[in-house]
């Protein structure tokens, strides 16, 4: 079961099914038939968010998947899907509409590249993908296909980005000079651990091979199928697991693409001791070739949080729990005026599934699609490689591809 990297972005059982599989044509009433790929707590969630949804969605989770029997026999129970143990099975599932990878993070490329050669529509969550070239490879595999990709960033699906793009375009805050966001947990005794089921047993229930994949091969370890984002082998950490969903917000309400210079600090400061690969505090700043820098905070042993606002030349713009709020600053009172927008929808999974089936049926824009995605997922994995390499590092625009600053 070890596949080089190379091989993995190569390969794909799946794609031999691609020039078999017929096209299924959407009627605007026909019912969207759904996989979830992986069984954990987020696919559960997902589950349940589809389950819940009524007209006009129709939806229907029709086959489910994941390596651990346990875990599979729970998510069938739930949504009478028809278990599969390998997702390239479930992919063959006759009218598949769509599937919901929610897969640790280090087989989202794999599963997502094999769901568009067979022509499937994709939500993936968030990362992308666990390194830059996978997510250069799903982005043109998108590109290239007439298959959806939408990114798992829920928050997208609230209309407060959007809206806070269409005022800052406009010139409500003058230029954006400075952004700061961050996302602040407190664990107790460890760093981001998760429950192990000791009834777990790579012998007889649980696949740990197929667990693996494309990561390196290692022994049987419950933390590391448990508590996988603690591991490099398989999560960028804070990074790509929280920071994302943040960046994104800034990414978009500013209309952004990639940085082109990103560092990042931090360490294991509070839990020193913890078998955790992955740092529990984590500082990264990226710079923007529009002329604007981003700060993004996180520590996992203290859950104060900073403010989350876009500081502009005549004005800042402050996300709230109720939307946002432009104040201008005092000496450009003249220039810009207060606002406060009630945000439309929320850090919903349901809403973000929603919008997917209206983008299907209707052709509807897609709240985080493939370049968004890209965009976020890449700067955050500049930041974890930052931090594992302690070097500046800079974005080569034209070979799309990662160098170290100058």
């Not at 794909?12 to 078999?20: F, M, S």
């Not at 020193?272 to 500082?283: G, H, K, L, Q, R």
């Not at 859950?303 to 432009?326: K, N, S, Y």
């Amino acid at each position: 079961m070890t596949v080089s990297r190379r091989s993995f972005l190569a390969g794909g059982l799946a794609a031999a099914a691609a020039t078999t599989r017929p096209e299924r044509v959407m009627g605007a009433n026909d019912r969207l038939r759904v996989g979830i790929i992986g069984s954990g707590a987020n696919a559960e969630a997902h589950a349940k968010a589809l389950i819940g949804l009524e007209d006009p969605d129709n939806v229907e989770v029709v086959a489910v998947c994941d390596v651990y029997e346990k875990r599979l026999e729970r998510a069938a129970a739930i949504t009478l899907g028809r278990p599969y143990k390998d997702y390239r099975a479930l992919l063959e599932h006759r009218d598949l509409d769509y599937v919901v990878i929610s897969s640790p993070n280090h087989w989202h490329a794999r599963m997502a590249l094999d769901a568009i050669d067979a022509g499937i529509h994709v939500y993936c969550e968030k990362p992308l993908a666990h390194t830059i070239p996978e997510c250069l490879a799903v982005r043109r595999k998108v590109k290239e296909s007439n298959v959806l990709l939408q990114c798992g960033v829920q928050g997208m699906s609230d209309d407060s980005y959007a809206t806070a793009a269409r005022y800052i375009a406009d010139g409500a805050i003058g230029k954006p000079i400075l952004a700061q966001i961050d996302y602040s947990r407190n664990y107790v005794d460890d760093l981001w651990p998760e429950a192990h089921d000791a009834d777990a047993d790579p012998n007889t229930n649980l696949d740990w091979d197929a667990f693996l994949g494309p990561a390196p091969k290692r022994p049987w370890a419950p933390d590391r199928f448990f508590s996988w984002r603690r591991y490099w082998d398989y999560s960028g950490g804070i990074a790509t697991d929280l920071l994302v969903h943040r960046l994104t917000r800034i990414i978009k309400a500013c209309g952004l693409k990639m940085p082109s210079r990103v560092v990042a600090t931090g360490g294991k400061y509070a839990f020193p001791d913890s078998v955790a690969e992955i740092p529990d505090t984590f500082n990264a700043m990226l710079e923007y070739p529009e002329g604007m820098t981003i700060l993004l905070t996180s520590t996992m042993a203290n859950e104060h949080g900073v403010r989350h606002m876009i500081r502009g030349h005549h004005a800042t713009l402050e996300f709230t729990q109720d939307g946002f709020e432009i104040t201008p600053e005092a000496v450009f009172a003249d220039k810009a005026k207060y606002v406060s927008h009630s945000r439309n929808g929320h850090e919903s999974i349901a809403l973000h599934h929603h919008n997917l089936h209206e983008a299907i049926r209707d052709g509807a824009p897609l709240n985080c699609d493939i370049d968004l995605g890209f965009n976020s997922s890449v700067a955050c994995l500049m930041a974890v490689e930052s931090f594992r390499t302690r070097k500046y590092l800079a974005w080569d625009a034209d070979a799309e591809r990662v160098v170290e600053a100058s």
